[in-house]
């Protein structure tokens, strides 16, 4: 097992490894499936149905984390029931919406399984390929990550937005983050303590990944449209995880200013060696108004800028130092019992 984290002291409860089940225990299954659900009632039968299907031609044991985010509707209401039939079926039931990364470490830290593979509640990660990722696993690796080989079914603008950010970040980063590989991953028990132990409360769960290291390998797949209901994440909670993903992975933007003050000192100090000698040689002519107008304007928002950029490291610094919890959960559906009849609830 492992050791405590090196922030065990400071940090919430959920960052502590202290498992109220074994996690190599008898009954724990070779793989658990983690899926976060923010108002997915009408998707739910149908993902169950796909995922105890393709499962079942793998013939391995396993369990389905569902961790229900907050949902308005009653997805918490037809997972519960879902877990009373099926002892597969683990429900997490947070206190309120936490968002999908915190939802995805809230399921994270209740699985199991030998190996973890993190799926979206909308099928556009196709179960199918589970299998594939057992087979990898099982040769060695401790991580296959699933990638997408197109994004046509994706909106022109998410397209492009994708697009811009993964080269911005890439760019910017030094952890590499490979572009187009969301959370579906299978994970090595190994993999998913070691990402349990990160500290931060800043879920960038694609950096942090990216992060680990381990021996990664790849498998492709074409990405569907999304199966029941509209997207849950709305464009401005991503342009928040983007920005959280910069500034959690890189601090260019806080160094580019030193490196622009330079520059911009620099290019100042010519201009007044040149003003001086002009001065000197020809005497003085107009105010030069229009200059120094320019001037003030161009390093008054130069500040700006910067001191927003400290600002954005600063809130975040204050959420790290805050250390409240990533999530809370209200309750957790687990019936122990019910595992013993997993053949008469497969369907
Ligand atoms: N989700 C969540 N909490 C949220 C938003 C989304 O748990 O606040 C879940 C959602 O139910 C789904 C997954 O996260 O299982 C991905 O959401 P969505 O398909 O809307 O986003 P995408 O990643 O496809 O853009
Ligand atoms: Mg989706």
Redesign the pocket.
Known sequence: MLTTPRHANNSGPIMEFTPSYEVNGEDAPVLSIV??????EDGIERFLKTVRRVMGDLDLSYEIVC?????QDGTFRKLAQAAEKDGRIVVIDLSR????E???TAGLDAARGQAVVP????L?EPPELIGDMVRLWRQGYDVVLAKRSDRSSDTRF?RMSARLFYSLIRRLSETDIQENV??FRLMDRQVVEALRRLPERTRFMKGLFAWLGYRQTVVEFVRPP?QDG????RFS??LLLALDGIISFSSMPLRIWTYLGLIVAFLSMTYMVWIVGNTLIFGSDTPGFATLATALLFFNGLLMINMGILGEYVARIFSEVKARPVYLVRTQVRHRQARESDGNAQN
Do not use: H, I, W, Y
Not at 97 to 100: C, H, Q
Not at 119 to 122: F, G, R
Not at 230 to 233: F, G, L, R, T, Y
């Open positions: 899926t976060p659900m923010f108002n997915e961790v229900n985010d907050g949902s919406n936490f968002g999908k915190a939802a995805l799926l979206d509640a909308d556009q998410k969301g959370d999304r509209a997207e849950k994440q909670k991503l």
